[in-house]
């Protein structure tokens, strides 16, 4: 075999999740900056790779307070992320997008 078929037969092993969920504005802890929320994601393990971005839905409104929150993925566990906003408190419920690779 080539070192091209190799390639597309490891690529093509690899299978990516994409997963839709929200950081509700109710679930936010702390008085002051950072706050924190555990977001929950069936299938994710502890050390697995991917990528968490604002949804391609989420409003301008949505848009500005993710800014404005500077959101941060700190942690991760399996089925779980644990998100900061180190700058304000959102107030609004925040629709993301998650890919896992797999």
Do not use: C
Request: glycine share 8%; aromatic share 4%.
């Amino acid at each position: 075999d080539s070192n091209m078929t190799k390639i597309d037969t490891a690529l093509g092993a690899l299978k990516s999740v994409a997963i839709n969920t929200t950081l509700l504005a109710s679930a936010w802890v702390g008085v002051d900056a950072p706050f924190t929320q555990e977001l929950s994601v069936d299938g994710l393990s502890a050390n697995q790779n991917g990528t968490i971005s604002v949804a391609h839905n989420a409003t301008a409104d949505q848009r500005e307070i993710a800014r404005e929150a500077m959101l941060s993925v700190i942690g991760q566990e399996d089925g779980k992320l644990l998100i900061a906003a180190d700058g304000e408190m959102p107030e609004f419920d925040i629709p993301v997008y998650i890919i896992l690779l797999g």
